[in-house]
């Protein structure tokens, strides 16, 4: 399966996701329990960051004992991660941004990927490896709805996930964009709520959140 097959997939993964939750973990238990929590409230796939040292042992174990979480390797930065991350069971991959080195690399992977950018230009660059699903990063700082409805023109074919600095209460207009697959978010996960072991506040936020994607998707 080439990079055409795994982008659709990619596409796929993100739609029926609609809200991405990015996660980040200190132990074993608290990956176990939120991605519990996040499922329960309706929301089935997360981008689990690779920011901590446990992170890579928690996705491993979470595809061993959370099957129906689908579970994407956030944050990766090298060609090393990126392999680490294959190893681990990962079901597809996501970048903050996207070197040359790591975009040949990704390129060649045997999962989907959703790559990382900031700029026109390089989602054009992308683009121009083939890839169609892209991660925007971080993206209110760098535009936010004002680059997405200006990229639909010239590229429409090219879908984004943007993330970075969206809220509950932005997540809507976001996802009403046509070249919008998915929006990341922490909202529903972040770090006192993980670290209190709050898990009934985030599946609370997770189901406020899988309404939005409902009532903007119609499902």
Known sequence: MGIEQHQVRAAELLTAAGILP???????????????ALLEGGLPAIELTLRTPVAMD????????????????????????????????????VTPGTPSHLADALA????????????????????????????????????????????????PDLKLCPTGGITEDSAAEYLEQ?????????WMVPGNWIADGAWDKVRDAAAGAAKIVARIRGR
Do not use: W
């Open 58 to 93: 928690a996705l491993a174990m979470l595809k061993r004992e959370l099957p129906g979480v689908v579970v994407g390797a956030g944050t990766v930065l090298t060609v090393e991660q990126m392999q680490q991350s294959i190893d681990a069971g990962a079901d597809f991959l």
């Open 178 to 186: 046509k070249n919008v697959v998915c929006i990341g978010g922490s």
């Open 22 to 36: 990015v996660v980040t973990v200190h132990t074993l238990d608290q990956a176990r329990a939120v991605s519990a």
């Open 108 to 155: 060649a992977a045997p999962l989907p990927v959703v790559p990382g950018a900031a700029s026109p230009t390089e989602l054009l660059a992308l683009y121009a490896r083939g890839f169609r699903v892209c991660k925007l990063f971080p993206a209110t700082a760098v535009g936010g709805l004002a680059m997405i409805k200006g990229l639909a023109g010239p590229v």
